[in-house]
């Protein structure tokens, strides 16, 4: 029974120092650069669109935060959010490496005194019923680009077919190369219709926003 409990203590004095290991990793801005060639591919085209399983803009990650960037990739190495390209590039890439790549994206939005307004421009009725339903600002901020949490995205001014897709994505399920495994944003999503979706995402990708999508060099 001694050697039980002493077992069961170390095992939980492991997690807690993996856990504030993995708080205190640290991404590097200069190393994030020399990890983002496999990114670049879809990531670094200005207007480029992948065709699985729909026809949509990839998400601009410039600017977006380096939390959440870290969250997305172990999701997608997790197998928690199901794509098969993001997958195998996740998997891939090292906590270290995840960390330094998120830096290097999240200080690629920033503009020298630039201020996005504290709120957003007022919806219409029907999208304004929308967000009220399911509370969207109470997660992702007033303004949907300053999110509570850190690991949350923000979503103002991203590109509107991408979220309709990642909002249709939390509705999915049992297919094994389609669909996000999250709880609150399925719950969310399935109360309302695709069209509905449709609208809110329109609303989102109109706003003001810290996202861009950079360009990469041309090849010589």
Do not use: W
């Amino acid at each position: 029974m001694k050697h039980l409990l002493m077992t069961l203590v170390a095992f939980a004095v492991a997690g807690v120092t993996t856990l504030a290991n993995a708080q205190e990793l640290k991404g590097n801005v200069i190393e994030g650069e020399k990890k983002i060639a496999m990114c670049m591919g879809c990531h670094g085209i200005l207007g480029f669109h992948t065709g699985f399983p729909e026809v949509y803009r990839v998400p601009m990650i410039a600017g977006q935060g380096p939390k959440y960037i870290v969250a997305a990739l172990t999701a997608y190495k997790k197998g928690e959010r199901k794509n098969p390209s993001m997958r195998a590039v996740a998997e891939t890439l090292t906590e270290q490496d995840m960390a330094d790549v998120a830096a290097y994206y999240g200080a690629q939005g920033v503009v020298p005194g630039a201020t996005l307004p504290a709120k957003a421009k007022a919806p219409s009725p029907d999208v304004a019923a929308l967000i009220a339903k399911v509370g969207c600002t109470s997660c992702h901020g007033e303004n949907f680009s300053r999110p509570i949490d850190p690991s949350y995205p923000k979503i103002a001014g991203q590109h509107p077919d991408y979220l309709y897709f990642a909002l249709m994505s939390y509705k999915t399920e049992g297919k094994p190369m389609i669909g996000r495994a999250n709880p609150v944003m399925g719950g969310m999503a399935k109360q309302f219709s695709n069209d509905e979706l449709h609208l809110l995402a329109t609303y989102l990708g109109s706003l003001d926003s810290d996202l861009k999508q950079i360009q990469r060099p041309r090849l010589r």
